[in-house]
């Protein structure tokens, strides 16, 4: 029994020092949704590599549906996301906000004016698919608006969108930050809406009955310090 109960406890030693070192031997698999997969992750990832070389990461960008999914069945560890958080089972921690814009075509009546958001969508509208963050915080939007919205065009892709948009076959309504450059070129124009500000917070989310690791938290933190800074910087 004494030589049981010693292996027993060796057993428990090697599990405590196994759960010590669990971030050098698993990776930390992270998910972003586009807008934040395409301007604060790499920052994150790279921050996160400087301070933690051994420790694995994989990353996934993908829009708001299927990120909730992953998370709802273990396959991320956190995921970083624009918009709402459905899931009941899923723990949602507000770290930024961000808007979206009016994205017309460069030689739209409309450009660099001010209208109600009624008088937008009468235009084809040219939308990201269903389940993305951004086409599920303008489905909200609409709705509160009244307003009875079927796109013209949709697409996973925001350059297609921005393509058709500069062709003249519609308007969109995009994250500031991936219009901006588009906009600043005049490959496309914008206006300002007058009832409706298009603001929508970003979360931090993870399964509630998540056990967070200590690289995971490291890594929220992260992105709570990337988006600080870029608002520093604004």
Request: charge should be neutral.
């Amino acid at each position: 029994f004494y030589a049981y109960a010693l292996h027993i406890a060796d057993s428990f030693d090697r599990l405590e020092t196994s759960m010590r070192n669990w971030d050098e031997l698993g990776a930390l698999r992270v998910g972003a949704t586009m807008t934040i997969g395409h301007f604060v992750l790499p920052r994150v990832l790279l921050s996160f590599r400087q301070l933690h070389p051994r420790i694995r990461t994989k990353a996934s960008i993908s829009n708001g549906a299927s990120l909730q999914q992953a998370l709802l069945n273990n396959e991320l560890d956190f995921a970083a996301m624009e918009g709402e958080v459905t899931d009941p089972l899923l723990h949602a921690e507000r770290f930024a906000q961000d808007r979206l814009i009016p994205v017309l075509p460069p030689e739209s009546a409309l450009r660099n004016s001010s209208t109600a958001l009624a008088a937008l969508v009468g235009n084809p509208l040219l939308l990201r698919e269903s389940g993305s963050a951004v086409r599920t915080a303008l489905d909200r939007i609409f709705a509160a608006h009244g307003i009875s919205a079927e796109p013209a065009m949709e697409s996973i892709s925001t350059q297609a969108i921005l393509q058709a948009v500069h062709l003249g076959l519609g308007i969109s309504f995009l994250p500031e930050q991936l219009a901006a450059s588009s906009v600043k070129s005049g490959f496309v124009a914008t206006c300002s809406v007058t009832d409706e500000s298009f603001r929508r917070d970003n979360f931090l989310v993870w399964h509630k009955h998540k056990y967070l690791t200590r690289s995971a938290t490291e890594m929220m933190n992260l992105f709570r310090e990337a988006v600080a800074k870029s608002e520093t910087r604004e």
